[in-house]
């Protein structure tokens, strides 16, 4: 059974940077990911990954956000970069049984969140 925890949260400028790590104890399920969710909203995916290393990204990070995986460190990344106030969020590090381009779906298990705060 995989545990998911997650890392590297907290809060920076708009246009700052931050990189979340997710530490995975196994994985044999079919893909990875971050989601995160605001205060009032419901959880939306932000990006994913494939075993192969195919991602997939949500519109409103793309060409700002880059998720990649160590294997050999059992490690997940979500490298965020010119962040804006709306990204503000508790992110979630998530493992799917199935995926949908690269993102989790299916049976996902849920790291604890970590808070990102992008305040001017």
């Known amino acids: 059974q995989v545990q998911l925890v997650e890392s590297g949260g907290g809060s920076v400028q708009i246009g700052g940077s931050l990189r979340l790590s997710c530490t995975y104890t196994t994985y044999r399920m079919g893909c990875m990911g971050w989601f995160r969710q605001a205060p009032g909203k419901v959880r939306e995916r932000v990006a994913g990954i494939l075993a192969g290393g195919g991602t997939s990204y949500a519109d409103s990070v793309r060409g700002r956000f880059t998720i990649s995986r160590v294997n050999a460190k059992n490690t997940l990344y979500l490298q965020m970069d010119n962040l804006k106030p709306e990204d503000t969020a508790m992110y979630y590090c998530?493992?799917?049984?199935?995926?949908?381009?690269?993102?989790?779906?299916?049976?996902?298990?849920w790291g604890q969140g970590t808070q990102v705060t992008v305040s001017s």
């Open positions: 998530a493992a799917g049984s199935d995926c949908a381009g690269a993102f989790p779906i299916g049976f996902i298990r």
